[in-house]
């Protein structure tokens, strides 16, 4: 059996198992699939458990590499690949038809688009031809292949109900909605450099929070997703990928995502490497950096794909990471090396930032030996912030800029000595009521408010977007433009529950909408 041991909230008697066993035909250069059947000894096998309705979650298990005949690497991935499309298809149709329309509007966007993905594929898959011995760009070609699978068995199963198949760019349009976030400002043309021009983003604002308890005891690791409701179709995901590349760190993955994502997106990983990651994204109000961005580069998903496989160290993935920068914009946090009741070892927390022509991380081990790390939307790094525009963000409209002084680092400050377990954690993670005043001035700020909620994207954890706080038309502007758009994912995990090996993993997962608190 797979080698998990995993409980996304509870078990279902009335859900759909669909299980399957993919072999590989060499003298026909074809997959070979067995539904119904888990064979250990076929080249993967899984399945897909679709509790999306009884639990907010589907979950997906694939081990692949494993079987009678050893494979080559490219082999393995694709059949990977292939198995997870047989397995997941409707989920992945259905996805795409929700999320096109959510980024691409305008048919001029969609040609501008097109051009640059098919660029930046043609440029990726030479350089994988071009680099056959370093461990990157072999790599790179192992996630095509994985890639190039999925679509393979999508198409397939199109073709066998009636339906159009999705092209290559519809399943590059799934795996690159993170990076089309930041990409599709920066393609459209007639933008205006600088800062005055400021758009409110669309989506794509978390929070995380890493929590040491007073005496080592244990680490707790949350995040908070927002999104857009058009992506509640949620996948849980765990691969275990035996690969043969020497370089490899690990194939063995667990991440929260969607229907055709080969990534999380929101991101929350716990690796076979012993990394535990986490994202937040961050915004670039300095267009100018938008020069950077070229199609000669390799996207976010696909670097953070390639850092999970070749790092054994947040620094590893940092380094890794910073190779072929697309320019998208996003704080990740890495935790290693991690001793309850003792010690966190030098090294244990990397914090790494990346913005269009540049990717900064540093060693924050000493803060988190002091009780917790946060994070938010705001740059931690004073030349990402900088470089980003939040100082002249700050200036025009405010504290909410800044990375001390916003209503979550407060927030977090005030309230994150209540978190003693997974239940208290949680609690704060999907918070979304009356904001208790943070201080004399806040109770003032408060009273003067118009309205009874602090509920737009820069004030609280889990928020549904349906409030302001502020009069400003700044703020007014987001709340009306994000009014689909809310926190309904939050996952958290203790380090007791992931150590190292996977098989005493558990995660808490919550996909619903936030709820209130009458206190905090």
């Not at 760019?169 to 976030?181: E, M, R």
């Not at 030098?346 to 803060?367: F, H, M």
Request: charged share 20%; glycine share 6%; with cysteine.
């Amino acid at each position: 059996s797979i080698n998990f041991s995993f409980h996304i909230l509870k078990k279902s008697s009335s859900c759909e198992l669909l299980k399957a066993t993919a072999y590989w035909d060499s003298t026909h250069k074809a997959v070979l699939l067995k539904e119904g059947v888990l064979d250990p000894q076929g080249d993967a096998y899984g399945y897909y458990n679709d509790t999306l309705t009884s639990t907010g979650w589907g979950v997906l298990e694939i081990r692949a590499g494993y079987g009678q005949t050893a494979e080559p690497d490219d082999v393995t991935m694709f059949i990977a690949g292939y198995l997870e499309g047989f397995l997941t298809a409707p989920q992945i149709f259905d996805h795409y038809t929700n999320m096109y329309p959510q980024l691409i509007q305008n048919p001029k966007t969609l040609v501008t688009v097109k051009r640059f993905m098919a660029k930046q594929d043609e440029w990726s898959r030479r350089q994988v031809k071009r680099n056959t011995t370093d461990p990157l760009w072999i790599h790179t070609g192992l996630i095509l292949a994985q890639l190039d699978g999925l679509q393979a068995r999508v198409t397939d199963w199109a073709k066998q109900h009636g339906r159009t198949p999705l092209s290559q760019f519809a399943i590059q349009f799934l795996n690159a909605v993170g990076d089309l976030l930041d990409l599709i400002p920066a393609l459209v043309p007639g933008r205006t450099s600088g800062f005055k021009q400021y758009k409110a983003p669309p989506m794509g604002h978390c929070s995380a929070l890493i929590k040491m308890l007073p005496g080592f005891e244990n680490l707790l690791f949350a995040h908070s997703s927002w999104y857009t409701y058009a992506a509640t179709i949620r996948i849980y995901k765990h691969w275990d990928f035996r690969l043969n590349e020497p370089h490899t760190a690990t194939g063995r993955l667990s991440f929260s995502s969607y229907p055709g994502f080969l990534v999380s997106l929101d991101d929350f990983y716990l690796l076979g490497s012993s990394l535990m990651m986490t994202q937040t994204t961050n915004n670039v109000f300095n267009t100018s950096l938008y020069s950077y961005i070229t199609p000669a580069s390799l996207l976010s998903w696909q670097r953070v794909r390639l850092a999970h496989a070749l790092a054994n160290t947040g620094e590893q993935w940092a380094k890794t990471f910073s190779r072929y920068n697309s320019g998208q914009k996003s704080t990740f946090t890495y935790l290693h090396k991690v001793h309850l009741g003792n010690s966190l070892e030098d090294g244990a927390l990397t914090v790494v930032e990346q913005i269009p022509g540049l990717v900064e991380y540093s060693d924050q081990t000493q803060v988190l030996r002091r009780g917790y790390w946060p994070s938010y939307n705001v740059p931690f790094h004073r030349k990402i912030y900088d470089l980003s525009g939040y100082e002249e963000m700050w200036k025009e409209y405010g504290e909410d800029f800044s990375y001390d002084l916003c209503s979550r680092a407060k927030i977090f400050r005030r309230d994150q000595s209540s978190v003693s377990d997974l239940n208290s954690l949680k609690h704060i993670m999907r918070y979304n009521g009356k904001l208790i005043p943070i201080s004399a001035t806040e109770k003032k700020k408060k009273k003067e408010c118009d309205c009874d909620f602090l509920s737009h994207n820069f004030d609280i954890f889990s928020c549904n977007c349906e409030f302001s706080s502020r009069n400003s038309d700044f703020f007014l502007r987001i709340v009306r433009y994000k009014l689909t758009i809310a926190s309904y994912k939050v996952r958290i995990v203790g380090y007791k529950l992931a150590i190292l090996t996977f098989h005493s993993c558990e995660f808490v997962s919550r996909n619903s909408d936030f709820f209130f608190f009458s206190e905090l």
